[in-house]
C-alpha cells in the first residue's frame, strides 16, 4: 500500500517490491533491488525516509522519525523482522537484529551488527564493524571479516528476493491436500554456528 501525504509521493524503483501488505507513506525514497516485507511500515509523513540499493525492511519493522528529520539507510542495510528505526540513521551492509530498536539520531556503523532484541539509545554512535547487543546496548567486540561475509550472503539474497517476488508471487486459493513428491526448498544458507562449523571441517580436511 502506497500512500500520498500532503503532496509528498512516495518514489519505489521499479527493481524493489513492496509487499501489498506493507505500508508506504509520503516522503520516502527506495532505491534498486530493495524489499520491503509484509507488515512494515514505512512513514514519511514528518520528514523524508531514504533507502538506498539493496536495503531490506522485513516483516512487521516500523522506519519513522521525529518532525522535521531526515534518515537514510545505507546501502545493503539489512533491517530483521519486528525492528524499530526511530528518526536513526543505518550504515552501510550493516545488520539490524530481530525486534530491536534503535532510537533517534542514532548512528550505526557501517557494516556493524546489533543483536536481536538489542535497544540503542537515543544520540548512540556506534563505530563501524562493531558487534552491539544489551539492553541499554552496549558494543562488546569487533565484527570479523567472516561475520560480515555470511551477513552480506544473507543481504544478496534478500536482494535477489525482490526479483523473484515479480516473477513469481502472486495470490491464490490454498491446495487442499499435500501434493505428491513436494520438495523442500534448497540449502542456500547456513546459520552463523553452520557456517562457522562447515569453514572448520573444510579446513581440517584440507590438512
Not at 539490524?96 to 557501517?110: F, L, Q, T
Not at 567486540?141 to 539474497?157: F, H, P, Y
Not at 553452520?194 to 571441517?201: A, I, P, V, Y
Amino acid at each position: 500500500m502506497i500512500y500520498s501525504f500532503k503532496n509528498y509521493t512516495p518514489v519505489v524503483h521499479e527493481s524493489s517490491f513492496v509487499h501489498p501488505l506493507a505500508a508506504v507513506t509520503g516522503n520516502v525514497i527506495i532505491g534498486r533491488n530493495c524489499y520491503i516485507g509484509p507488515g512494515a511500515a514505512i512513514r514519511g509523513d514528518w520528514g523524508q525516509i531514504i533507502l538506498e540499493d539493496g536495503v531490506n525492511v522485513q516483516e512487521n519493522c516500523t522506519i519513522h522519525m521525529f518532525p522535521g528529520k531526515s534518515i537514510t539507510l545505507k546501502e545493503s542495510a539489512h533491517v530483521g523482522h519486528g525492528a524499530i528505526i526511530h528518526g536513526a540513521n543505518l550504515g552501510r551492509n550493516c545488520l539490524i537484529g530481530m525486534n530491536s530498536v534503535i532510537m533517534d539520531d542514532a548512528e550505526i556503523g557501517d557494516e556493524s551488527i546489533v543483536g536481536a532484541m538489542a535497544f540503542v539509545k537515543a544520540e548512540t554512535i556506534i563505530p563501524k564493524r562493531s558487534l552491539v547487543v544489551g539492553n541499554p546496548a552496549k558494543v562488546i567486540k569487533q565484527v570479523s571479516d567472516e561475520m560480515i561475509a555470511w551477513k552480506t550472503r544473507g543481504t544478496q539474497l534478500y536482494q535477489q528476493l525482490p526479483a523473484d517476488c515479480h516473477e513469481s508471487l502472486k495470490e491464490v486459493e490454498p491446495l487442499r491436500e499435500v501434493p505428491e513428491n513436494m520438495k523442500m526448498q534448497e540449502d542456500v544458507y547456513k546459520t552463523l554456528r553452520e557456517h562457522f562449523l562447515r569453514k572448520q571441517e573444510s579446513h581440517i580436511k584440507k590438512k
